[in-house]
């Protein structure tokens, strides 16, 4: 499974999610996985796994976040106090259909393994937010490098504000 190597070899492996990956072997592998085929994910580049796994999360019809509440998410970033946000967060959730929302705690779990050896992979929190943000929401019209990039430096900047909105 994907998610398993990633959160097993992921948080050894340095600038995971950040580094490129051959897109020769990224394309053989998205062929192999739309045809049906069994790809033992193990045998494989971490680099392709992650680079695929981001493909598959920018080509969730609407984003995984969902972008009719993309204001929403962004607007999250302004409440108060982090039980404010918590709570706020909570609320958008269940608005997301529930695949959507399994996903995602199965990717968070992944994320959070990767950043708990940061020393080793150097991908903080910021930085994981930096490469994941713009594959998982986007703006519902078009979405430009600069909007991407208001969306993301919105969410690492409350990323450094505040260390953790996700500890319950």
Not at 2 to 14: A, I, K, Y
Not at 53 to 80: A, T
Request: aromatic share 10%.
């Amino acid at each position: 499974d994907m998610l398993s190597v990633l959160c097993q070899d992921g948080p050894f492996t340095r600038g995971i999610f950040r580094r490129s990956a051959n897109a020769k072997s990224c394309k053989e592998m998205k062929e192999r996985l739309n045809a049906g085929f069994h790809v033992d994910f193990a045998c494989e580049s971490i680099f392709v796994t992650a680079s695929v796994l981001k493909d598959f999360l920018r080509n969730i019809p609407g984003s995984v976040f969902s972008s009719k509440l993309y204001d929403k998410w962004v607007s999250v970033m302004d409440h108060g106090s982090l039980a404010e946000r918590i709570k706020a967060v909570k609320k958008l959730l269940e608005k997301l259909p529930q695949i959507n929302v399994t996903l995602l705690y199965y990717l968070f779990g992944v994320l959070h393994c990767i950043e708990q050896r940061s020393d080793t992979n150097q991908m903080t929190a910021f930085n994981l937010a930096v490469c994941i943000a713009p594959s998982l929401l986007w703006l519902p019209n078009l979405s430009s490098p600069e909007a991407e990039g208001e969306f993301t430096r919105k969410v690492t900047f409350s990323k450094k504000k505040q260390n953790t909105v996700c500890d319950n």
